[in-house]
């Protein structure tokens, strides 16, 4: 993670590390989710669920930092995330 400015305590912040799980069948495709990830996780999936929607699928499941907006944001309750323990990254620069 680059910060646009040093914090002084930058040695002692740990970036928290998440999987997030998408409820398929749930999912009415409004990309809610897709647009406000903050890290750019999550991309509409090439398939369609049994409602003929696409569901976001995450393509970049490293970066989620298990911040909870996609879950707090979906109107369908169908997207969640949880930690991933003993994944925290270091700071970068
Ligand atoms: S928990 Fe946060 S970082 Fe992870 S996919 Fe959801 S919105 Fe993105
Ligand atoms: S916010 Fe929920 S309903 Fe909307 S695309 Fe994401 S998972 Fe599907």
Known sequence: MKYWRKPLDVERIKVPRGR????EER???CNFCIEFCPVGVLAASEGFNA????PPYPQ???ACTNCG???VIC???AIYSLPRDGKEEEPHE
Do not use: A
Not at 20 to 23: E, K, L, Q
Not at 51 to 54: S, V
């Open 60 to 62: 970049n499941e490293e």
């Open 51 to 54: 409602k003929g929607y696409h």
């Open 69 to 71: 907006l996609c879950e």
């Open 75 to 77: 109107p369908e309750f």
């Open 20 to 23: 997030v799980y998408v409820i």
């Open 27 to 29: 999912c009415k495709g």
